[in-house]
């Protein structure tokens, strides 16, 4: 069964949710608004009408932010989400349903159907994910990453497997946190500095847990090259994964790239956010999004100085 839903926000930036009725499938529990695809009917046309009828509102421009497929123990849904960017007119409980206008950061306090869990993490994640390249000098590394948040980034993967600073981190870690942005170290160590905002896994480190390393309000993140190791980070309840090489990259010249009909295959059966990586740079952020994906990772794209390659 398919479903449409809608993430519509205010001038504010905050986004309408509303609750389900008591007697519904999941009742009581908040919801995107959006409702049931019929037979056939493509998924953009069904958000148009379920959003015309549940909220008397049109929808003149939406774009896809996440496609989960989840499976109940009395059903199997594919939610079909999309970020509605135009819409005329004054949002109404049409049929008697609750409203309620929340920021991102207040999504985790209400109760959601388990199958938005992804839903509301992508609402979460940016566009962009910063993977940073290891460090020539602590001076230059720390300037070029100011100005890499300078530039709009807010989440950036730290990543450093030549050599681990422990005084680096912590600079870089306080820097990224006073620009507002998140943290994720990607070390090797499973047990990051209390104020890092998590960590992020290789792929090798991914096929050897058996549960969730972090608790649930310290984000994990998870590089994946197969659509096995995708679902595997989904198995353990990870925040999102990086999954490439999408195109050919200079880094890694041999390795077949999966081009976009592959990471869009793979995003197909993924209950997780999916940033594609691999020659990505903020231009491709709209290919990604429209090929199943969160947008995209990059170390060179995103990085406002030339990386030395051979520390890579």
């Given at each position: 069964m398919?479903?449409?839903?809608a993430?519509?926000r205010?001038a504010?930036d905050?986004?309408?949710?509303?609750r389900?009725?008591?007697?519904a499938?999941q009742g009581?529990?908040?919801e995107?608004?959006?409702g049931?695809?019929?037979p056939?009917?493509?998924?953009l046309?069904a958000?148009?009408?379920e959003?015309?009828?549940?909220?008397g509102?049109r929808v003149?421009?939406?774009e896809?932010?996440?496609?989960?497929?989840?499976?109940?123990p009395?059903?199997?849904?594919r939610?079909e989400?999309?970020?509605?960017?135009?819409?005329?007119?004054?949002?109404q409980g049409?049929?008697?349903q609750?409203?309620?206008?929340?920021?991102?950061?207040?999504?985790?306090?209400?109760?959601?159907?388990?199958?938005?869990?992804?839903?509301l993490?992508?609402?979460?994640?940016p566009?962009r994910y910063?993977i940073?390249?290891e460090?020539?000098s602590?001076?230059?590394?720390l300037?070029?990453?100011?100005?890499a948040l300078?530039?709009?980034v807010?989440?950036?993967?730290?990543r450093?497997?030549?050599a681990?600073?422990?005084?680096?981190?912590?600079?870089?870690?306080?820097?990224?946190?006073?620009?507002g942005?998140r943290?994720?170290?990607?070390?090797?160590s499973l047990?990051?500095?209390?104020d890092a905002d998590?960590?992020?896994?290789?792929?090798a480190?991914?096929?050897?847990?058996?549960?969730?390393?972090?608790?649930?309000?310290r984000?994990?993140?998870?590089s994946?090259?197969?659509?096995?190791?995708l679902?595997?980070?989904?198995?353990l309840?990870?925040?999102f994964?990086?999954?490439g090489?999408v195109?050919?990259?200079?880094?890694h010249?041999?390795?077949a790239?999966?081009?976009?009909?592959g990471?869009?295959?793979a995003?197909?059966s993924?209950?997780?956010?999916v940033?594609a990586?691999?020659?990505?740079t903020?231009?491709d952020?709209?290919?990604?999004?429209?090929?199943g994906?969160?947008?995209?990772?990059?170390?060179?794209g995103?990085?406002?100085?030339?990386?030395?390659e051979?520390?890579?």
């Amino acid at each position: 069964m398919a479903v449409a839903l809608a993430v519509i926000r205010d001038a504010q930036d905050r986004i309408l949710v509303s609750r389900r009725h008591d007697q519904a499938h999941q009742g009581g529990l908040w919801e995107l608004p959006g409702g049931k695809c019929e037979p056939g009917e493509p998924a953009l046309d069904a958000l148009r009408r379920e959003i015309r009828e549940e909220l008397g509102i049109r929808v003149a421009r939406a774009e896809p932010l996440i496609r989960i497929p989840y499976r109940y123990p009395d059903r199997e849904v594919r939610l079909e989400v999309y970020e509605v960017r135009d819409w005329s007119g004054e949002p109404q409980g049409c049929e008697g349903q609750p409203l309620r206008w929340v920021s991102v950061n207040e999504l985790d306090g209400l109760d959601f159907p388990a199958a938005n869990g992804p839903i509301l993490r992508a609402l979460q994640l940016p566009a962009r994910y910063l993977i940073t390249p290891e460090p020539a000098s602590a001076e230059s590394f720390l300037a070029a990453l100011e100005r890499a948040l300078a530039q709009g980034v807010t989440l950036v993967q730290l990543r450093m497997k030549q050599a681990r600073p422990a005084a680096l981190i912590e600079a870089a870690i306080e820097l990224v946190h006073r620009h507002g942005a998140r943290i994720l170290l990607n070390t090797g160590s499973l047990t990051p500095p209390p104020d890092a905002d998590g960590i992020h896994l290789t792929a090798a480190q991914l096929l050897t847990l058996k549960q969730r390393p972090l608790p649930a309000d310290r984000w994990v993140g998870v590089s994946c090259h197969t659509p096995a190791e995708l679902a595997r980070a989904g198995e353990l309840g990870l925040d999102f994964a990086v999954l490439g090489p999408v195109q050919t990259t200079r880094t890694h010249p041999d390795a077949a790239p999966l081009g976009w009909d592959g990471f869009a295959a793979a995003c197909e059966s993924a209950v997780l956010p999916v940033y594609a990586l691999g020659g990505m740079t903020p231009a491709d952020v709209g290919t990604a999004r429209s090929h199943g994906g969160q947008g995209v990772a990059a170390i060179r794209g995103l990085w406002p100085e030339p990386v030395d390659e051979e520390l890579q």
